[in-house]
């Protein structure tokens, strides 16, 4: 369930097809055996401002946008604000059970009971997260990856120019916000990996 907009839905899809997807095919296993994957995003907002109740994503071919590339993974997002009265009874009866959690049939039930029960079993529950914690832990976990990837680089490119390591040490610590210490490892692992 995305509360709020934070202009990066298409970006946070990408990062959970991408989770889905490894789990969907295995090691020397057939193509054809592929599960097929769909990420559906739940939106107390309209992403588009288009007032639909959905939105279905796909890839196109740039500069061709006639072209769509059918690569098996749909991604859909809910609007959970839309306007339900031209949608069909199942999406009517969903809809008002995100909206207001109200049960309305047999479809609304059946999600009632698979959320509560994810939410009561303690086991299952380790792994419930909401996907604002579960988008905060990506990104921090993406933004450190980078700043890593980043310092290699950087270091690199510095060797390149000749830099002797003291030089290197005191650019990062400058430039990069490290400490003497962290800068050190840095230099250590970059020329480690080189």
Request: proline share 2%.
């Amino acid at each position: 369930m995305q509360n709020k907009n934070h202009h990066d839905i298409e970006k946070r899809m990408a990062i959970y097809q991408g989770k889905l997807e490894n789990q969907a095919l295995y090691a020397g296993q057939s193509f054809s055996e592929r599960r097929q994957t769909v990420i559906l995003f739940l939106c107390d907002h309209d992403v588009y401002n288009l007032n639909q109740v959905h939105y279905q994503l796909s890839p196109q071919l740039v500069g061709h946008p006639e072209i769509l590339i059918d690569n098996g993974e749909p991604n859909v997002i809910v609007n959970l604000k839309g306007d339900a009265s031209r949608q069909a009874t199942l999406n009517q009866e969903m809809l008002t059970y995100f909206n207001d959690g109200t049960v309305t049939g047999k479809f609304s039930a059946a999600l009632d009971r698979a959320a509560r029960e994810v939410k009561n079993d303690a086991k299952k529950e380790e792994n419930y997260m909401t996907i604002e914690e579960y988008a905060a832990r990506q990104s921090a976990y993406a933004r450190k990856e980078g700043r890593e990837e980043e310092r290699m680089e950087t270091i690199k490119g510095l060797v390149k120019l000749n830099f002797t390591k003291e030089q290197i040490i005191d650019f990062l610590v400058q430039n990069l916000n490290l400490d003497q210490q962290e800068a050190s490892q840095a230099y250590n692992q970059a020329m480690a990996t080189a």
